[in-house]
């Protein structure tokens, strides 16, 4: 099985930035598209940021567009999550996702990783 483990979420000041890494296994990492959601207390999982398999496409939700950018480094077997100019209403748990493509993004899914923003 495809196991994800996010890290790198915490407690930040608005306006701080964040890094969050999701660290894959299995050999064949770089056959994956990959993608970022979050959920906030009381409110549905919603999509976040995702990257096809080569990382020549990547795309946002139109929240974050401007602010973060999702990358990955298929040598490390790892996505990243840049996020910048952080939001209250940016708190939420982040997950990372992973799936055969763009379309099928949620096969696979991380424990989650707790990110604050303070006023």
């Known amino acids: 099985q495809v196991q994800l483990v996010e890290s790198g979420g915490g407690l930040v000041q608005a306006g701080g930035s964040l890094r969050l890494s999701c660290a894959a296994s299995g050999r064949t990492f770089s056959s994956y598209a990959m993608g970022w959601f979050r959920q906030a207390p009381g409110k549905e999982r919603e999509f976040v940021a995702a990257?096809?398999?080569?990382?020549?496409?990547?795309y946002y939700a139109d929240s974050v567009k401007g602010r973060f950018t999702i990358s990955r480094d298929n040598a490390k077997n790892t996505v990243y999550l840049q996020m910048n100019s952080l939001k209250p209403e940016d708190t939420a748990v982040y997950y990372c996702?992973?799936?055969?493509?763009?379309?099928?993004?949620?096969?696979?899914w991380g424990q989650g990783t707790q990110v604050t923003v303070s006023s």
């Open positions: 990257i096809s398999w080569s990382g020549g496409s990547t």
């Open positions: 996702a992973a799936g055969g493509s763009l379309l099928h993004l949620t096969d696979y």
